[in-house]
C-alpha cells in the first residue's frame, strides 16, 4: 500500500500539469497539517505566527515598510503564495506579491493590544500569508508582523525580521528582485520541498508506521469540547501565566521540558491519562536550499500523567522518537489509529522552545523596536507552553478559555515551573 506522502505526491503531480496554468507548488507534511487543522476547524480560522514590537511613535513609515515587505514576498514564493485544496489535495496557489500594511489608531479607551487582539480575529484566510499592522498607542506605535504559520515556523522568525529590516534599510525606492532571481528562489522551493517530501515518503515506510502505532495506541484526547458560551462579554478568550528562573549554563535539557510538561497534563486532564502533546522537530534534508517555508515537523509525544518516577523513561522514549522523526504528522495519526488508537489528530498541548540568541530584534531605520507580547489571543488547541532559553529560563503559558478554567490552567502552569524547578533524579 501506498504511503500517505506517495498518495500525495501522485495527488499534486496530477495537479501540476505544466500547461502554462497557475502555478500550484507542493507542501510539506508540516504545511499539510496546517491545512488538516484548518479544515478541522469549524470556523475554517488559519494558524498565524504574530510578532509585536513596540518603536517610538513616528518611527514607521508605512510605505517604506510595505515597499520593503512586497520585496521580500517578490523573493520568497511562500509570502506571496495561498493555501488551497483542488480535488482534496493541498498545494500552494502563487500570485503576485501583495503584503497590506494596516494603519490603525487606537479608540478612546483602547489600547494597542485591543486593536491588535481585534485585527488578528478578523484574519481572513483568503489573503495573503504575511501581513502587516501599525498602531498608534499614546507616544508608541506597535508594529504587528504576522504570518499564516503554512509560511514559516518559528525558527524562520529570525530570518524574515532581519530580511525585512534590511529591505526597510534600503529605502522605497529599491529595486526588488530581478527576474533571474526570483526564478531561482522559485526553483529552489519546489526542489527543497520535492526533497523533503522523499525524505518523508521513506519515513512512512512499514517499519516507522509500526513504530508509532505501536507508540501511540493508547493515546486518547482529554481536553472537553470548546464552550464559548461561558465566557463573559469582555472576557479574552485565552488566559496567560509568566515566568522567569534561573537555567543552568547549558540550558534545560529538551527531555526535562517534556517531562515538566507531564506534569502539567496531569493537573489539567488527571492522572493515569496518555495525552497528545506535540513539539517541533525535524530540519531539512541535507541538499535542500534554505529557503522559507520548506520547515519542521510537529512531533506528539504521548504524555503519560500521573507517574512522577518516569523522568528516564521520558528521555528514553523521546531519543528513540528522534528515530523517526521525519514520518509526517498525518502519516503518524493514521498510524496510530490503524493500531486502535480513538485519536483524532487533535493535540491537547503545544511545547515550542526558542533560544533569545537566536531571536534578534526587528530594526527599522537605524531604530530597533521592543519585542512586546500580546495575550488574550485566541489560541488554537486546550494548551501551549513556549520555552525562552538564555541566561535565565522563561516559561510562558497560554490556554484556551473555552476549555480549560483559569484556576485548573494556573494550577497546571505551578506544577510545571515546579517540575523544573526540581532536580531531575539521577538516571539508573
Known amino acids: 500500500m501506498l504511503s500517505i506522502t506517495s498518495q500525495y505526491l501522485a495527488r499534486y503531480r496530477r495537479l501540476d500539469t505544466g500547461?502554462?496554468?497557475?502555478?500550484?507548488?507542493?507542501?510539506?507534511?508540516?504545511?499539510?497539517?496546517?491545512?488538516?487543522?484548518?479544515?478541522?476547524?469549524?470556523?475554517?480560522?488559519?494558524?498565524?505566527?504574530?510578532m509585536f514590537f513596540a518603536f517610538p511613535r513616528g518611527t514607521v513609515d508605512p510605505v517604506r515598510l510595505a515597499a520593503a515587505?512586497?520585496?521580500?514576498?517578490?523573493?520568497?514564493?511562500?509570502?506571496?503564495?495561498?493555501?488551497?485544496?483542488?480535488?482534496?489535495?493541498?498545494?500552494?496557489?502563487?500570485?503576485?506579491?501583495?503584503?497590506?500594511?494596516?494603519?490603525?489608531a487606537c479608540a478612546p479607551g483602547e489600547d494597542a493590544a485591543t486593536v491588535l487582539r481585534r485585527a488578528l480575529g478578523d484574519w481572513t484566510p483568503q489573503g495573503p500569508p504575511l501581513r502587516l499592522?501599525?498602531?498608534?498607542?499614546?507616544?508608541?506605535?506597535?508594529?504587528?508582523?504576522?504570518?499564516?504559520?503554512?509560511?514559516?515556523?518559528?525558527?524562520?522568525?529570525?530570518?524574515?525580521?532581519?530580511?525585512?529590516?534590511?529591505?526597510?534599510?534600503?529605502?522605497?525606492?529599491?529595486?526588488?528582485?530581478?527576474?533571474?532571481?526570483?526564478?531561482?528562489e522559485l526553483a529552489a522551493y519546489r526542489d527543497a520541498v520535492l526533497l523533503q517530501l522523499d525524505a518523508e515518503e521513506r519515513a512512512g515506510a512499514p517499519a516507522a508506521m509500526a513504530y508509532w502505532g505501536e507508540r501511540l495506541r493508547a493515546v486518547r484526547e482529554q481536553a472537553p469540547a470548546p464552550r464559548p458560551e461561558s465566557?463573559?462579554?469582555?472576557?479574552?478568550?485565552?488566559?496567560?501565566?509568566?515566568?522567569?528562573?534561573?537555567?543552568?549554563?547549558?540550558?534545560?535539557?529538551?527531555?526535562?521540558?517534556?517531562?515538566?510538561?507531564?506534569?502539567?497534563?496531569?493537573a489539567l486532564f488527571g492522572a493515569g491519562h496518555v495525552v497528545p502533546l506535540g513539539y517541533p522537530w525535524g530540519g531539512r534534508p541535507p541538499a535542500a536550499a534554505p529557503v522559507l517555508g520548506c520547515f519542521l515537523n510537529t512531533m506528539v509525544f504521548p504524555t503519560v500523567t500521573g507517574d512522577a518516577s518516569a523522568a528516564s523513561a521520558t528521555a528514553?522514549?523521546?531519543?528513540?522518537?528522534?528515530?523517526h522523526a521525519a514520518t509526517p504528522f498525518d502519516a503518524v495519526v493514521h498510524a496510530a489509529r490503524a493500531a486502535g488508537s480513538g485519536w483524532t489528530g487533535r493535540l491537547d498541548g503545544m511545547l515550542t522552545v526558542d533560544d533569545v540568541r537566536r531571536h534578534p530584534p526587528l530594526r527599522?531605520?537605524?531604530v530597533t523596536g521592543r519585542e512586546i507580547h500580546i495575550d488574550g489571543r485566541a489560541v488554537r488547541g486546550p494548551f501551549a507552553v513556549s520555552v525562552t532559553?538564555?541566561?535565565?529560563?522563561?516559561?510562558?503559558?497560554?490556554?484556551?478559555?473555552?476549555?480549560?478554567?483559569?484556576?485548573?490552567?494556573?494550577?497546571?502552569f505551578t506544577a510545571l515551573a515546579d517540575a523544573l524547578r526540581a532536580p531531575a533524579p539521577a538516571a539508573a
Do not use: K
Open 19 to 50: 500547461d502554462g496554468a497557475a502555478v500550484l507548488l507542493p507542501v510539506t507534511g508540516a504545511q499539510r497539517r496546517f491545512a488538516l487543522v484548518r479544515a478541522m476547524d469549524p470556523a475554517g480560522r488559519p494558524d498565524l505566527v504574530p
Open 133 to 184: 499592522f501599525l498602531v498608534q498607542d499614546g507616544l508608541e506605535e506597535v508594529l504587528a508582523v504576522v504570518l499564516d504559520h503554512t509560511a514559516c515556523d518559528g525558527q524562520s522568525l529570525a530570518r524574515i525580521v532581519g530580511e525585512l529590516g534590511a529591505a526597510y534599510d534600503e529605502g522605497p525606492g529599491a529595486e526588488g528582485p530581478s527576474p533571474a532571481d526570483i526564478a531561482a
Open 69 to 104: 515587505a512586497n520585496r521580500l514576498a517578490a523573493l520568497h514564493p511562500v509570502l506571496r503564495a495561498r493555501l488551497t485544496v483542488r480535488r482534496g489535495t493541498p498545494a500552494l496557489h502563487l500570485e503576485e506579491p501583495q503584503v497590506p500594511v494596516t494603519r490603525t
Open 231 to 266: 465566557l463573559s462579554a469582555g472576557t479574552a478568550p485565552s488566559g496567560s501565566a509568566v515566568l522567569r528562573m534561573p537555567a543552568p549554563p547549558a540550558g534545560v535539557p529538551f527531555p526535562e521540558l517534556l517531562d515538566a510538561c507531564r506534569a502539567a497534563a496531569a
Open 389 to 412: 532559553q538564555g541566561p535565565e529560563l522563561a516559561l510562558r503559558m497560554v490556554w484556551d478559555r473555552t476549555i480549560l478554567p483559569d484556576r485548573t490552567a494556573e494550577s497546571a
Open 316 to 323: 528514553e522514549a523521546w531519543w528513540d522518537d528522534l528515530d
Open 364 to 366: 527599522l531605520g537605524g
